[in-house]
C-alpha cells in the first residue's frame, strides 16, 4: 500500500512542476541565464600579487609592457649577458700558441738545406732544428718564435729571412658534450667560435622532431662558465652570443627541456604545444586547431606566472585577425597559459539542452498520471476542471 501512495506522490509532484513549467516558461529562461552565468569563472585582466583570496587585487603599479612582449627575448637571469660574453671573449688570444702535436714548417730563406717543410711538436713541447738546436716551443706564438729564431741563426748567417708557417692545428680543440649529433673532441683550425664548434660536430642530433637546442655552457678553467641562448643566436641571429673559444674549453649542451604552454578553452585540440621555436598566440591556436564556433574571441585571456605574480592579459582576437593588430600578439613562454571561453549564448544553449531531456520526462509522468486517474486522487479535481468533495 505504501508504494502505491508513494507512487500518487511522485505522479502530483512531476504533475505540479509540469503545469507551472508550462505557464512560467519565461522565468524559466531566466533562471537558465542566471544558472550560466554562476558556471561562468570571471577572468580579469590585471597582475595578481600571491596572498590569501580575499587580498586577491591587481598591482595596478606594474606595467603589462614589463612581462609581455611581442619580440623574443632572452632571460637575463639564466643566461651569460651579451657584454660579459664579450669581455670573456676579448680575453682570448688573437695569436695561436703552439702545443703538443700541431705541426709548422721552418723556412730560411737562399738557404734549403737547413730548412724544413714540416716540424712536428713533441707532447713534451720540444722541437730539433738546423743550426738553432733543441727548442721547447710550448705556449708559444709563431711570431715570437721567428724573432727568437732569426737572432740566433745571424751567428751563422747575415741577416737570415726566417718564415714559420702553420701546416697542422693538433692542439687547439675543444669538447663539446650533450645533445649534438657527434660529442666528442673537435679540432679547430685556428681561433674559432661557438658556431664553428657547433658545425664541425654535427649540429643537431638525429631525432630532431624530439628535440631543440636551446642553449649551452662553455666551462673554461676552473672559474669561468657562460651560459649562451643558442635560439637566440641560431634563430635571432644575435651575433653578439657567438662567443669565441679558447684552447680546452668545454662546450656542453644539456638535454632539451620541455618547454610547453597551454592552450585551454573553445579550440578543436585542447591541450600541450611544445614551445621548440619561437611561437606567439596565433600559432599555438592554430596548432590546437582553430577556435570553435563556439569560442567568444573578443576576450581570449594569456596567464603568466613571472616572480611568484599571477599575470593576467587581455586579448581581443578577432580584432587582431581582422584589423591586423599584432601589438598584443605576444611571444609565449615556457608555462603560459592560453584561455579562450565560450560564448554566453553557448552556454545557454548548453544548459536548454541538458534540462530538456527533464522536460521530456516530466511530460510523459504527468500524461501517464493523467490518464490513471491519479491526478483526480492526489489533487481532488477532475481532468474537466470541477471539484470533487472530499468525503
Known amino acids: 500500500m505504501r508504494k502505491v501512495i508513494d507512487a500518487f506522490l511522485s505522479a502530483g509532484a512531476f504533475s505540479v512542476i509540469s503545469c507551472w513549467a508550462r505557464r512560467h516558461t519565461g522565468v524559466l529562461l531566466v533562471l537558465l541565464l542566471m544558472l550560466a552565468g554562476c558556471a561562468w569563472i570571471p577572468v580579469h585582466k590585471g597582475v595578481w600579487q600571491p596572498g590569501k583570496p580575499e587580498h586577491f587585487a591587481p598591482d595596478k603599479n606594474l ?3 614589463e612581462f609581455f612582449t611581442t619580440e623574443l627575448k632572452s632571460a637575463a637571469r639564466e643566461y651569460s649577458a651579451k657584454d660579459v660574453i664579450q669581455a670573456a671573449s676579448a680575453k682570448i688570444d688573437p695569436d695561436y700558441r703552439l702545443g703538443p702535436g700541431d705541426r709548422f714548417s721552418f723556412i730560411v730563406r737562399g738557404f734549403p738545406d737547413i730548412s724544413r717543410d714540416e716540424i712536428i711538436v713533441a707532447p713534451d713541447g720540444i722541437v730539433a732544428l738546423p743550426r738553432i738546436g733543441i727548442k721547447n716551443v710550448k705556449g708559444r706564438t709563431l711570431n715570437e718564435l721567428t724573432e727568437e729564431f732569426i737572432k740566433e741563426l745571424k751567428v751563422f748567417y747575415e741577416k ?10 693538433n692542439n687547439n680543440r675543444v669538447y663539446v658534450l650533450g645533445r649534438v649529433a657527434n660529442p666528442g673532441v673537435v679540432n679547430l683550425q685556428g681561433p674559432s667560435t661557438l658556431l664553428e664548434a657547433l658545425s664541425l660536430c654535427g649540429g643537431m642530433p638525429a631525432d630532431v622532431n624530439k628535440t631543440f637546442l636551446s642553449r649551452c655552457s662553455i666551462t673554461r678553467g676552473k672559474n669561468l662558465v657562460l651560459w649562451i641562448d643558442l635560439r637566440d643566436l641560431l634563430e635571432r641571429g644575435n651575433m653578439a652570443l657567438n662567443a669565441k673559444l679558447q684552447n680546452n674549453d668545454v662546450i656542453y649542451i644539456p638535454l632539451s627541456e620541455d618547454q610547453n604552454a597551454y592552450v585551454l ?36 585571456y594569456l596567464i603568466r606566472r613571472v616572480d611568484g605574480k599571477g599575470l ?39 544548459y536548454l539542452t541538458e534540462i530538456q531531456p527533464l522536460f521530456t520526462i516530466i511530460g510523459v509522468l504527468s500524461t501517464t498520471a493523467t490518464s490513471f486517474g491519479l491526478y483526480n486522487l492526489w489533487f481532488g479535481t477532475s481532468t474537466s476542471g470541477t471539484t470533487t468533495a472530499a468525503p
Open 63 to 65: 606595467k603589462t609592457s
Open 160 to 169: 737570415p729571412e726566417v718564415t714559420l708557417e702553420m701546416k697542422v692545428y
Open 265 to 300: 578553452g573553445e579550440v578543436r585540440n585542447p591541450g600541450i604545444v611544445e614551445l621548440r621555436t619561437e611561437m606567439n598566440i596565433q600559432n599555438a591556436i592554430m596548432r590546437c586547431g582553430g577556435p570553435l564556433k563556439t569560442a567568444n574571441l573578443h576576450d581570449i
Open 312 to 350: 593576467v592579459e587581455h586579448i581581443n582576437y578577432e580584432e587582431l585577425i581582422g584589423r591586423a593588430n599584432y601589438s598584443k600578439e605576444y611571444i609565449l613562454r615556457d608555462g603560459d597559459t592560453i584561455f579562450i571561453p565560450e560564448t554566453g549564448l553557448s552556454r545557454l544553449n548548453y
